[in-house]
């Protein structure tokens, strides 16, 4: 399955704001990380 012919066919377009969205996925995927890691480092609790 080609995911960039299949995005081409549903919007007729591969970019976004003149960005591949090859680099928009990748950007989503680093920022979901980060704010995962955010919620599990400030959720744990200090030891005394």
């Given at each position: 399955m080609n995911l960039n012919a299949l995005w081409l066919?549903?919007?007729g377009s591969t970019d976004f704001?003149?960005?591949n969205f090859?680099?928009?996925a990748a950007m989503s995927i680093?920022?979901?990380?980060a704010?995962?890691?955010?919620v599990v480092f400030w959720?744990?609790?200090l030891k005394k």
């Open positions: 066919h549903l919007f704001l003149g960005i090859g680099f928009w680093v920022l979901f990380i704010i995962l890691m955010n959720t744990i609790a």
